[in-house]
């Protein structure tokens, strides 16, 4: 069923279908991407819901102030000065050609991977406002955002004593396939990069219908589990994620499908070691730098996870590689590497870029490195 629904959802995307002159005006005045929006109004004014279902005004700079707004809530654009939480959004702000608008992060220099967030922080444009879960406020302010982008309501009331507009880019559910891909859309106006983000978009679904394709008709059903145990909790990617849906769109079978709920979501560690007794693939989210090295490696953190069957002799074991998560902007090249791996017979000579396969134990990646 869950293939069923996001090759629907897919191809409602793709194909302009009939529709009344009626409707082909809504379309173009009203935008939906999962819980976000965006409804033109008129030439001098968008609203936008974000992920906390707030009324943002976007109106452009010069243009009359429209009544029944907050401030803070009246967002001047094209925005000129950013800072931002999640590393998506920094890649969404490289997708729409505005990374130079980004003066703000929460991730220190020697983390990143990202040239032009490296080279502007060594130049001191790009500044490191401190961890996500302590902002400096002052360093901040210092840096005169005229916009913050972050998943973390909680700081509205601190950004509206500061006088500075946030977006908030998270929701409490996880963001679907085709939110993940559209996302774009959303934060384009922001920017006046519509164009941009229509170009991207494209250019992912295609790569999307060319996976889809590619993939079709397939008999052999691997079955696939992204999570991870930790010392108090067990953590997965839900069924509604976007890599539950394209798990099931590569003709594979996903055993989180049921659960329902915001990334990373917390399940029980029974539910996470009975799915691992069936599972064949199983994608941690533990990079190398943070433990993942080899299957041994992860049993030892965690012994209970020694009996799950990706970490036998028969199953494959896959670790996303540091630059990962800060790749948003290679969506196409993700989705085609996800599928390579789960289908591996269809996309033979394929060089993983994102994700690294895990080796029985330590000693052959210590050979590897060796050689």
């Known amino acids: ?135 400096d406020f002052e360093r901040l302010k210092q840096q005169r955002p005229e916009l913050v982008l972050t998943w973390d309501p909680a700081i509205i009331p601190m950004l509206d004593e500061l006088g500075i507009s946030c977006v908030i880019t998270s929701t409490p559910v996880a963001m679907c396939l085709n939110a993940r891909m559209a996302f774009v859309k959303f934060l384009a106006p922001f920017f006046g990069r519509e164009a941009q983000a229509e170009t991207f978009f494209n250019q992912v679904s295609g790569a999307l219908a060319a996976i889809r394709e590619r993939t079709k008709g397939q008999r052999a059903k691997p079955r696939v589990m992204w999570g991870d145990m930790y010392e108090k909790r067990v953590l997965v990617e839900p069924g509604n994620a976007w890599i539950g849906e394209l798990v099931g769109l590569v003709q594979s079978d996903y055993l989180f499908e049921d659960v329902y709920g915001t990334s990373c979501i917390e399940i029980s560690m029974e539910r996470f070691l009975y799915s691992g007794m069936e599972a064949t693939i199983y994608f941690t989210y533990r990079t190398p730098n943070t433990g993942a090295t080899s299957k041994a490696a992860l049993a030892r953190r965690h012994p209970l996870m020694a009996g799950i069957k990706p970490l036998g002799p028969d199953g494959k074991v896959y670790a996303p590689l540091p630059h990962y998560s800060q790749s948003g902007d290679r969506l196409a090249e993700i989705f085609t590497e996800i599928a390579a791996i789960i289908h591996p017979d269809l996309y033979c000579g394929h060089e993983l870029q994102f994700f690294q396969e895990l080796p029985d134990d330590d000693l052959l990646t210590a050979s590897k490195e060796a050689q």
Not at 36 to 59: C, E, P
Not at 79 to 107: H, M, S
């Open 1 to 135: 069923m869950k293939y069923i629904a996001a090759l629907c959802c897919i191809i409602a995307l793709l194909l302009p279908g009939c529709r009344s002159d009626h409707q082909e005006v809504k379309k173009k005045s009203f935008l939906q991407i999962g819980e976000f929006t965006i409804t033109r109004v008129n030439d001098q004014l968008i609203r936008a819901r974000d992920g906390a279902g707030r009324t943002l005004a976007l109106v452009p700079r010069g243009a009359p102030a429209p009544q029944g707004y907050a401030p803070s809530m009246i967002i001047r654009t094209p925005v000129r000065r950013v800072a931002a939480y999640g590393a998506f959004d920094v890649a969404t702000l490289r997708v729409l050609g505005k990374i130079d608008t980004l003066v703000g992060v929460t991730t220190p220099q020697e983390k990143w991977f990202v040239d032009d967030v490296k080279m502007g922080m060594a130049q001191g444009r790009i500044v490191f406002l401190g961890n996500s879960n302590a902002i």
